[in-house]
Structure formats: structure tokens, C-alpha cells
């Protein structure tokens, strides 16, 4: 073998040196990248995979009432909170500052502020049920067969379905595709660990490594809506109610009936 061949060969080695390290500089420096962006926009780590400090037993068995939420709410938390979530001190800019997650604990165990803690009284879905109630009072919701409702079932129809599905189950014409999966609305130990604000920056900037894009001044140029910072806090709003039914449960339908009923036989033998 020459010499010639020798210095080829050995140039083609320091070349392809030469290309991993640049390889690693720059896969380094998106790392970095989106380790600032994730701190500085997002506020925290990213969010795949979750993980939920309430065990999964704790999460509910079903889609939370907001029905008998109210229910729930009149009999445990009014007395101290108001007749309706709103006159108490619980604010808007509270509760989208607080995860499902963190205020169920809290309605649980109580804390240190003199909220006593429920758990020996209130069952877990009933505790679901009346926060849940609450966030939507405060936060607001689409009511059923409203006008609104329809409208923004539309957006999330042409903008997001795609991808998370038309029921918010990550299952859109896109879902098998993508790596990631998208994200399943329907499943609460990933919804209910999220705050409104981290939701809206989501959707605002994006998730890093995923499909999930920054929809911030985007338009949609059918419906002529652009999603400036209102309709992403209205797609936030929609999203949530993925998380919570506006109708009695069959249980909580026969708990509230059963308790009607004891009340009547109380009035009886009082008279």
C-alpha cells in the first residue's frame, strides 16, 4: 500500500472526527437551547412523561359532576366559601395558578390556613365533584347546547382534532404517526397535574420535541379567527371541560335521591 492511500485513509478518519464532533456541539447546543427555552418560556422541565404526586387510586373513577359538585359545595363549603364560589376569596388568577391536583390534596388533608381537611367525610368522587364545580363556577365553562360550546367545539374540531382527536383522546387521524403520542385530554393523572397558565403557555409557545406547535398569532383563515392570547384562554377553558361531566352521574344521582329520602323521613317523624 502507498503512501498516497495511507493519507487518504487517514484523512477520511479525521473527517468523519471532525463531523461527529460537530454532530455533538450542535446536538449539545439544542439541548441547552431547550433546556432555557423549557425554564424561561414554559416555566419548568418538560412536560413528557408526567408525573403525578397523587397515587392513581386518588385520581376519580369517573368524569367529575359539576351537577352535584353544586350540590356537594352547598352542604360542606358554603358556609365559609359563600353560597357561590365567586363571593368567597377565590379568585380567577388563583385557581389558574393551582393544578386540579394540588387543591384536591388540600380539600383532602386541609392546611396550615385552617382549611380542614375532608377525607373522613366526603368521599373521593364527592371531593372531585364540588372542586371541580368550583374551578368551573370561578374559571368559567361552556354550557351544554350552548352557541358558544358549538363555536368552539368547531375550532378545536379544525385546529386540534387532528391530532388529539375530536373527544380530546389523543386519537386525531395524525396520533399514530406521532412521537410522542398527543396528548390525552381524557386522562386525568395528565390533565388534572397541569395549571391553567401552564396549559396556555403550551399551547402559546409549543412543546419542545414534539408535534405540538406554538399556536400563537395563528389564524385560522376559514373561521376567521386568529389565536391571540383571549381565544388561547378560551381553547384552555375548552380543554378543561375534557375533564369534568355538566350531568349527574347515576351514582351520585342515587346519593342524592337517598339523601332527600332520609331528610323526608326526618320531617315525618319531626311532625
Known sequence: MDINTEKFKSMKQIIKLIILISFFTVSLSAVKAAESYEKEVLGSSLVMPWEPKLALNEFPSHDPSIENGKWVYKQNCAQCH??????????KKMMR???????YEVIKNGNAKGMPGFKDKLSRDEMWDALMYTRAEILGYYKLNS???????????????????????GDGNLHKALKP??????????????????????????????A??????????????????????????YVRQFGFSQELDRLDLGRKNLEEYKKS????NKG
Not at 378545536?156 to 382527536?165: P, R, Y
Not at 390525552?184 to 397535574?193: D, G, H, K, Q, V
Not at 323521613?265 to 315525618?268: F, G, I, Q, R, Y
Open 265 to 268: 323521613l326526618e320531617t315525618e
Open 147 to 169: 352557541d358558544e360550546l358549538a363555536k368552539m367545539s368547531s375550532i378545536f374540531g379544525g385546529n386540534c382534532a387532528v391530532c388529539h382527536g375530536t373527544r380530546g383522546h
Open 181 to 210: 403520542m398527543p396528548a390525552n385530554f381524557n386522562m386525568f393523572e395528565r390533565l388534572y397535574t397541569r395549571t391553567d397558565n401552564k396549559l396556555h403557555k403550551e399551547l402559546t409557545h409549543g412543546i419542545p420535541w414534539t
Open 97 to 103: 395558578a393551582r393544578s386540579p391536583e394540588e387543591q
Open 212 to 237: 405540538m406547535p406554538a399556536w400563537k398569532n395563528r389564524i385560522d383563515f376559514d373561521q376567521g379567527y386568529k389565536f391571540d392570547e383571549e381565544m388561547i384562554w378560551k381553547l384552555v377553558r
Open 82 to 91: 359563600g353560597d357561590h364560589p365567586k363571593d368567597g376569596f377565590l379568585s
